[in-house]
């Protein structure tokens, strides 16, 4: 159920969007006509999440300033949609972004929606895809699934305690993973983990579209980051920016080029473009 | 009780925050919280998210806001976080705290207001304070930081633009020969100090003697004056330390150099957390040393009500 909506007139939005029985923060920048596309910006989760906010923000102007319309949101239990994380699991946050896609589908409906996922939003965005949701995808630095998202999020904590705490006894991953299986919650990066999240996880693979997708989409991968393994006919899906990784910690606020902001322009671009052409 | 955003227009610039309700009657003192450090005003790890709703359970209203450049809030973003740091230490956000105050004091029917935030959201809380003590019933100071920054220095000021100049390379070399500046950094919490944290009990040790046990030689001098000020016209102030940090070990020496505010002034220290408050239970226990301050200062309140989040979203304007 949709708890705000567009005002006339207006320019934009922001407010709650009711998913379940919470609600989804979420900011809609809309140019003053109607967007050539839109694009939705799908997070990534935790502490990463507030790192790459303001970046997330940057983009989605330079979308406005280009005649797009953007969307972004916090998933619920965390951000502007928080608190609460120990609640949720990756299954309701996909659900998030299904309910922002309609919900930017039905305030543009002659606009092509494009998904742009970043880490785990990268995850789940795909799922979306594969399910129909979306006329085109970015999946910004994926990951295998989300195990080996959590997974990596756990070893980078584990080796902060071990620098900020060198004295307190060594805490194994496997210790903490069977503590979680049993029920305990494990605070990571400020969030508390859950048996709920962690089992929930496995479930969720990067779903990378068959070569015979007719919808554009585009894997970018980032510098010094693994590549992601993508079956040979889809590599020309494969996109590789000199970009910072924004949603890691660093001494920079927003990325010091604009390389992943053209890049999601030119998609969005494509997009409209194909549309019209269509 | 709800949660709604709200929008504030300050010197042309559009600010969003997110304003909690108790359900029935506020209390007439609000509390307002600025952004801790460069994050977004929900908090590290929705700290603020917590306080707020723990305050509104007790029926106080709750407003955190995005400030210029930061969040969802309109404005240039600040390259780096350093950059954020000099110019708040020199007073860019002051004005806009100011009329931040005014229009929640004015627009949701509280009388006085409490502001506060964590970090670099407590400076700029004190120094609005000092300069509009007006309507203000108190300071919430979570880890502030009253350690100056070396490229700031006392005679950098934010021009009327609001914008402070960057440091000289001139400057940022005398950080580098700085012998203390080198002692703060390995005693701190960035990557490069990892290595050196078995150290860091001597580092500590060197400081002190170093520095003294006068006002920490590095001090953000001029803050100290503007909360020197704030204590003399007797309004209260909450801190709240993470144990081992920098404020942790500043604050003592701070209020001991102005005797006439520490009765103003309730310390508390939390153990098991950092910086931010994330680590262990720090989050919690802050929004929980937040609600005992104020029921002492304040009383209680209306009756905590069931959430209902959602009810009073609202629908504002955003700018292209």
């Known amino acids: 159920m949709i708890a705000a909506t567009m005002a006339q007139g207006t320019v934009g939005c922001a407010g709650y969007l009711r998913v379940g029985a919470d609600d989804v923060y979420h900011m809609i920048h809309a140019p003053a006509a109607a967007p050539r596309a839109c694009v939705l910006l799908c997070g990534p989760i935790g502490g990463a999440r507030e790192r790459a906010h303001r970046t997330l923000v940057e983009v989605a102007r330079a979308l406005v300033n280009e005649g797009f319309g953007a969307m972004r949101f916090d998933f619920r239990g965390m951000g502007e949609s928080g608190p609460g994380f120990e609640r949720f699991t990756m299954t309701d946050w996909r659900a998030d972004i299904a309910a922002c896609a309609e919900h930017l589908r039905g305030l543009f409906p002659d606009s092509p929606v494009l998904l742009v996922g970043v880490q785990a939003g990268a995850v789940l965005a795909s799922e979306c895809f594969r399910d129909g949701v979306g006329d085109a995808a970015v999946f910004a630095s994926p990951l295998v699934d989300g195990s080996a998202m959590l997974r990596d999020i756990l070893r980078r904590q584990l080796m902060a305690d071990m620098m900020a705490h060198p004295n307190s006894p060594r805490v194994q991953r496997e210790e903490i993973v069977a503590a979680l299986l049993r029920g305990a919650a494990y605070n990571i990066d400020g969030y508390f983990w859950t048996r709920g999240l962690w089992v929930d996880a496995a479930a969720h693979v990067l779903a990378l579209p068959d070569p015979g997708e007719a919808r554009p989409w585009w894997v970018a991968d980032f510098a010094g980051l693994s590549r992601t393994v993508m079956v040979a006919d889809t590599e020309p899906h494969r996109v590789s920016l000199q970009a910072d990784r924004f949603w890691e910690p660093s001494a920079y606020l927003v990325p010091r080029e604009t390389v992943f902001r053209d890049f999601v322009l030119g998609c969005a671009r494509e997009t409209a473009g194909r549309r019209r052409a269509a | ?320």
């Open chain 2, 1 to 320: 009780m709800s949660r709604t955003v709200v929008q504030f227009e300050v010197m042309g610039t559009t600010l969003f925050g997110t304003r909690h309700a108790p359900q029935g009657q506020a209390d007439t003192t609000a509390c307002v919280l600025l952004n801790p450090g460069p994050a977004p005003r929900a908090g590290n790890s929705d700290l603020y998210v917590q306080i707020a709703d723990r305050l509104a359970r007790e029926g106080v209203q709750c407003i955190r806001v995005d400030l210029p450049g930061l969040g969802d809030s309109a404005g240039p973003s600040y390259p780096t976080i350093d950059d954020y740091w000099r110019q708040v230490q020199a007073g860019v956000n002051d004005r806009t705290v100011i009329a931040v105050l005014a229009q929640a004091r004015e627009r949701f029917g509280a009388q006085r207001v409490v502001v506060g935030g964590l970090c670099a959201g407590a400076i700029s809380a004190v120094r609005a304070c000092a300069r509009a003590p007006d309507g203000i019933a108190g300071l919430m100071l979570l880890e502030p930081n009253f350690r100056r920054s070396a490229e700031t220095g006392p005679a950098a000021q934010a021009d009327e633009s609001g914008t402070v100049p960057t440091g000289k390379p001139s400057t940022r070399w005398c950080r580098v020969l700085d012998v203390d500046s080198w002692l703060h950094l390995l005693a701190g919490d960035r990557a490069i100090a990892r290595p050196f944290r078995w150290l860091r009990p001597l580092i500590h040790r060197v400081l002190t003697r170093r520095i003294g046990h006068a006002l920490p030689r590095d001090c953000n001098e001029d803050l100290v004056v503007c909360w020197s000020r704030v204590h003399a016209l007797g309004i209260p102030s909450l801190v709240v330390c993470a144990e081992g940090q920098l404020s942790h070990r500043y604050i003592d020496r701070i209020l001991r150099t102005i005797p006439a505010g520490r009765s103003q002034v309730q310390c508390r220290v939390l153990s098991g957390t950092n910086h931010i408050l994330t680590a262990g239970h720090g989050r919690r226990d802050a929004a929980e040393e937040v609600a005992r301050w104020w029921m002492q200062r304040h009383g209680a309140c209306a009756p905590a009500g069931a959430a209902s989040r959602g009810a009073g979203a609202t629908t504002v304007s955003v700018p292209a």
